[in-house]
C-alpha cells in the first residue's frame, strides 16, 4: 500500500468495482489505507481477484459482495450487508452503471427500465441508505459516476445520456439538502477510458488510435478516474458542494465542427474574423 494512508481509517463503499473504474477506484481508496466493499453484480472473478490484490498489498479490511441492482431490493440489502461488515459508512462511491447503444426508435421499455434501474434508482436508494448511516455521525461522503454522455450527445445512446444527466441533478439537489448537514456529495464525469468492455464491445479496438481523437492526445485510464475521485472523498476538497467534475482529456472543451462546416467558411479559422461565431 502506499505510504501517505490519506484514508486510513475510513470505510468505503464502491459499487461496480468488478472489473474497469470502479475496480481501481476501489484499489486506490485500498492504497490510502481505507477498509472497502467491493460490489459486483455479474463479474465475481475480477471482485475477487481485485480483493487479492488489495490484500496482497496489505489492505486490511476488504471483502467483495454482490448485488443485483435490477432488483428493487437489492441496494438495501448490499447496504446492510456492507455497513455490517464494515462497521458503518464513511465514504459511498456509487459507480455502478451499464450502458447499451440502440437507435431511438428501437427502444424497448423493458431497456429503457433496465438502465434507469441499475443507473439512477440503485444510486439513489443506496445513497439514502448510506445517509441514514451518516447523519447520526455528523458527516460522511458521496461521489456518483456520470458520464460526458450527461453533457455532450452521442446517436444511440439516448437512455444512458437520460441516465447520466439524471446523476448530474440528482448529485445538486442532494448535495445543497445534505451539506448543511455534514454530508458532501459531488460527481466525478469521466470521458473515454480504456477499460476491459472495450475490448469485448469493438473487436479492433485501438487505444491509441482513439487517444487521437482527444485534444489530450491519449485515452485515459482507469487510474485518472480513480485519483479524481480520492480527491473528491478528501478533506481536501471540504468546500467543493454539487458538483460534476469532468476528466475527459478535453474533449467536452473541444468545438468539434465537422468538415462541412469548415468548408462553408473556407477553413478560416485563426485567419480574420467570423461573423456570427
Known amino acids: 500500500m502506499a505510504a501517505c494512508q490519506r484514508m486510513k481509517g475510513k470505510r468505503v463503499l464502491v459499487t461496480?468495482?468488478?472489473?474497469?473504474?470502479g475496480k481501481e477506484v476501489a484499489l486506490e481508496?485500498?492504497?490510502?489505507?481505507?477498509?472497502?466493499?467491493f460490489h459486483y453484480s455479474g463479474s465475481r472473478a475480477g471482485a475477487q481477484a481485485a480483493v487479492e490484490q488489495a490484500q496482497s498489498g496489505g489492505a486490511a479490511k476488504v471483502t467483495a459482495l454482490q448485488a443485483d441492482f435490477r432488483q428493487p431490493d437489492a441496494p438495501a440489502?448490499?447496504?446492510?450487508?456492507?455497513?455490517?461488515?464494515?462497521?458503518?459508512?464513511?465514504?459511498?462511491?456509487?459507480?455502478?452503471?451499464?450502458?447499451?447503444?440502440?437507435?431511438?426508435?428501437?427502444?424497448?421499455?423493458?431497456?429503457?427500465?433496465?438502465?434507469?434501474?441499475?443507473?439512477i434508482r440503485a444510486m439513489y436508494f443506496l445513497a439514502q441508505a448510506a445517509v441514514r448511516a451518516m447523519l447520526p455521525q455528523g458527516s460522511g461522503v458521496i461521489v456518483n459516476t456520470s458520464s460526458i454522455h450527461a453533457v455532450e450527445a452521442y446517436p444511440e445512446h439516448t437512455v444512458y445520456a437520460a441516465t447520466k444527466g439524471a446523476i448530474n441533478a440528482f448529485t445538486r439537489g442532494l448535495a445543497i439538502e445534505l451539506a448543511p448537514r455534514g454530508i458532501r456529495v459531488n460527481a466525478v464525469v469521466p470521458g473515454s477510458v480504456e477499460v476491459e468492455a472495450y475490448y469485448k464491445i469493438f473487436d479492433k479496438f485501438d487505444p491509441v488510435a482513439a487517444g487521437k481523437g482527444i485534444p489530450v492526445g491519449f485515452i485515459g485510464q482507469p487510474i485518472d478516474i480513480a485519483k479524481a475521485v480520492l480527491f473528491l472523498a478528501s478533506d481536501d476538497a471540504r468546500y467543493i458542494i454539487g458538483q460534476a467534475l469532468i476528466v475527459d482529456g478535453g474533449t467536452t472543451s473541444w468545438m468539434p465542427f465537422g468538415d462541412g462546416f469548415l468548408q462553408s467558411i473556407g477553413g478560416q479559422f485563426g485567419r480574420g474574423y467570423v461573423p456570427g461565431l
Open 29 to 37: 481508496f485500498c492504497r490510502e489505507g481505507a477498509d472497502v466493499v
Open 77 to 119: 440489502q448490499l447496504a446492510a450487508q456492507a455497513f455490517d461488515f464494515l462497521g458503518g459508512i464513511d465514504i459511498l462511491v456509487n459507480n455502478a452503471s451499464i450502458t447499451m447503444n440502440v437507435p431511438f426508435e428501437k427502444v424497448t421499455s423493458q431497456q429503457f427500465d433496465t438502465l434507469f434501474a441499475v443507473n
Open 16 to 21: 461496480g468495482s468488478g472489473t474497469g473504474i
